[in-house]
């Protein structure tokens, strides 16, 4: 049945991907968490002295380690630390609801850590957290409330710990 229900969602992303007009059904019928308010924190320092760690909800992890859930319906609202050192080959994407075949080939289109280190050597960056972190970006249900009072604020404590000062938050 799992198996069964992973190929109906890619297939469905790589048709909605195909077809975008089709995508209208489900947006019409996707009822969004709502949440008041931006939580936005000013930036306190130039770019050129900040440190940045990369967020993303691709479904980005290191091929070492434990996949994303694909099994669960609504998501799973865990994350994955990703090491600042890696090389891109050794990250993968474990993502049913879109389409990553081309994120698959080059691993900047969702997860930009070799353009981020570009702009370090230039000096436009400060530098690079040595840890980054990687969501699965299908959270629903349930999971939200995880996701929201135990995932993100655990993120937040080791950004803040590491003396992080942007985060770029890239999706899937």
């Given at each position: 049945m799992a198996s069964h229900s992973r190929f109906k969602n890619m297939l469905i992303a790589k048709i909605i991907t195909r077809?975008?007009?089709?995508?209208n059904r489900f947006i019409d019928a996707y009822q969004p968490w709502e949440t008041e308010g931006v939580p936005w924190t000013p930036v306190s320092?130039?770019?050129n002295q900040s440190v940045l760690s990369l967020v993303t909800t691709a479904g980005v992890h290191q091929k070492d380690q434990t996949p994303f859930n694909m099994n669960d319906p609504h998501g799973d609202p865990s994350f994955r630390?990703?090491?600042g050192r890696v090389s891109l080959d050794h990250l993968m994407i474990?993502?049913?609801?879109y389409d990553h075949a081309d994120a698959d080939r080059d691993m900047?289109?969702?997860?930009?850590l070799d353009?981020?280190?570009?702009m370090v050597d230039e000096g436009t960056l400060g530098g690079l957290a040595e840890t980054h972190y990687g969501f699965m970006g299908h959270?629903?249900?349930?999971?939200i409330v995880t996701l929201i009072n135990r995932s993100a604020p655990e993120v937040v404590q080791n950004l803040r710990k590491?003396?992080?000062d942007l985060v770029l938050l890239t999706p899937g």
């Open positions: 077809f975008p007009s089709l995508a320092k130039p770019l630390r990703i090491d474990t993502h049913d609801y900047n289109i969702v997860f930009p353009r981020l280190r570009e959270i629903d249900g349930p999971h590491d003396r992080v």
